[in-house]
């Protein structure tokens, strides 16, 4: 059974970028049949995807943060990561990585990460 | 983009009760609609899958139905653990994806 860990920087400048790893441990992150994803709830708010990386590197993101988001993957470590460039206040939030199976569900979490964007 | 819509957003409920929630697409998106729980400080945690599938675990007490654009949760019975939030998350338009906002259940 797949565990996923995030971390990562807490706190965040505004203008600067967010960034953020996931570890995968009990499956190799380059078998076929999952993506790799992220997903980030504002506090008291709900959940917003953010993109995801396939098994195969092809990246698809949400159109609303697109131009600012980037996601990777680092086989020999077995992670994947978030970078989000620009932050304002508006982006903090917990993070949580995720998988996202074959029948197009997100199966197994992270615990969450809050990031917060102050000066 | 997909719209997902749930109702309510928050309701009160004793434990026993019968409840449900519901889902409604701005578009048909067939049966490709998940349900998740998430408990305060916690991850969601994955219901039903394909708008009707039991995830593996999960108590038989909820159920999911629907098709095309209207889908619903119910809970049986409910009980002291099902107090949580309640997402729905359509994928028929992966790889984009969206959510709900969201159904809170509280404690009468």
């Known amino acids: 059974q797949l565990q996923l860990q995030e971390s990562g920087s807490g706190l965040v400048k505004p203008s600067q970028t967010l960034s953020l790893t996931c570890a995968v441990s009990g499956g190799s992150i380059s078998s076929g049949g999952y993506s790799w994803s992220w997903i980030r709830q504002p506090p008291g708010k709900g959940l917003e995807w953010i993109g995801y990386i396939y098994h195969s590197g092809s990246t698809y993101y949400n159109p609303s943060l697109k131009s600012r988001v980037t996601i990777s993957v680092d086989r020999s470590k077995n992670q994947f990561s978030l970078k989000l460039s620009s932050v304002t206040a508006a982006d903090t939030a917990v993070y949580y990585c995720a998988s996202y199976g074959r029948m197009y569900y997100f199966d197994y979490w992270g615990q969450g990460t809050l990031v917060t964007v102050s000066s | 983009d997909i719209q997902m819509t749930q109702s309510p957003s928050s309701l009160s409920a004793s434990v026993g009760d019968r409840v449900t929630i519901t889902c409604r697409a701005s578009q048909s998106i067939s049966s490709y609609l998940n349900w998740y729980q998430q408990k305060p400080g916690k991850a969601p945690k994955l219901l039903i899958y394909a708008a009707s599938s039991l995830q593996s675990g999960v108590p038989s007490r909820f159920s999911g139905s629907g098709s095309g654009t209207d889908f619903t949760l119910t809970i049986s019975s409910l009980q002291p653990e099902d107090f949580a939030t309640y997402y729905c998350?359509?994928?028929?338009?992966?790889?984009?994806?969206?959510f709900g906002q969201g159904t809170r259940l509280e404690i009468k």
């Open positions: 998350q359509q994928s028929y338009s992966t790889p984009s994806i969206t």
